[in-house]
């Protein structure tokens, strides 16, 4: 089973400052990987998948970066409404297709 | 629109079981494999199964593998999740969400209680 692990576990930034999230893989996962997000009472959203390319509707202050088995995900700068907590997927193999723990992005 | 409506959450026992279906509408239902993920109070999201377009392949997490089978009916548009020997661990909200490859689209999800 590909282990993912995110870091850091909670992120503390100021509205309008840059968040780089990190999402590791226990083994390569190519450019197989989505990020997602979840806002509190809500269902999760895609926001990037292929490691870079983002869903449709999501702003292009959102970038994903990285292969094999580091990734990122950068906010260029923090509006209110991206507040939330922050989920990486590997998708290269079923089963499982798992998910880091989650990084919680929160205002400073 | 794309729309997926989870229904059948309940409080059941321990031992106990429980029927999940996902109503899905806006796309054509059996060109794409679906899923169940969950995610246990304030905790983060687990993948729990998949099956594909046409029913004949499903995969299962470790965790409910033997426990839990999944379904699918493409006349009625509806995917299932049939839960049996429940354990308090298994206490979730309970999301399906269609595949292609990733997880595009998201019910908004059905809360599962397991206790006694």
């Known amino acids: 089973e590909i282990v993912m692990t995110q870091s850091p576990a909670t992120l503390s930034v100021s509205p309008g400052e840059r968040a780089t999230l990190s999402c590791r893989a226990s083994q390569s996962v190519s450019s197989n990987l989505a990020w997602y997000q979840q806002k509190p009472g809500q269902a999760p959203r895609l926001l990037i998948y292929g490691a870079s390319t983002r869903a449709t509707g999501i702003p292009a202050r959102f970038s994903g970066s990285g292969s094999g088995t580091e990734f990122t995900l950068t906010i260029s700068s923090l509006q209110s409404e991206d507040f939330a907590v922050y989920y990486c997927?590997?998708?290269?193999?079923?089963?499982?297709?798992?998910f880091g723990g989650g990084t919680k992005v929160e205002i400073k | 629109e794309v729309q997926l409506l989870e229904s059948g959450g309940d409080l059941v026992q321990p031992g106990g079981s429980l029927r999940l279906s996902c109503a899905a509408s806006g796309f054509t239902f059996s060109s794409y494999a679906m899923s169940w993920v969950r995610q246990a109070p304030g905790k983060g999201l687990e993948w729990v199964s998949v099956i594909s377009g046409n029913g004949a392949t499903s995969y299962y997490a470790d965790s409910v593998k033997g426990r839990f089978t999944i379904s699918r009916d493409n006349s009625k548009n509806t995917l299932y999740l049939q839960m049996n020997s429940l354990r308090a661990e298994d206490t979730a909200l309970y999301y399906c969400?269609?595949?292609?490859?990733?997880?595009?689209?998201w019910g908004q999800g059905t809360l599962v209680t397991v206790s006694s």
């Open positions: 997927q590997q998708y290269i193999n079923w089963p499982p297709r798992t």
């Open positions: 969400a269609r595949v292609t490859s990733i997880l595009d689209y």
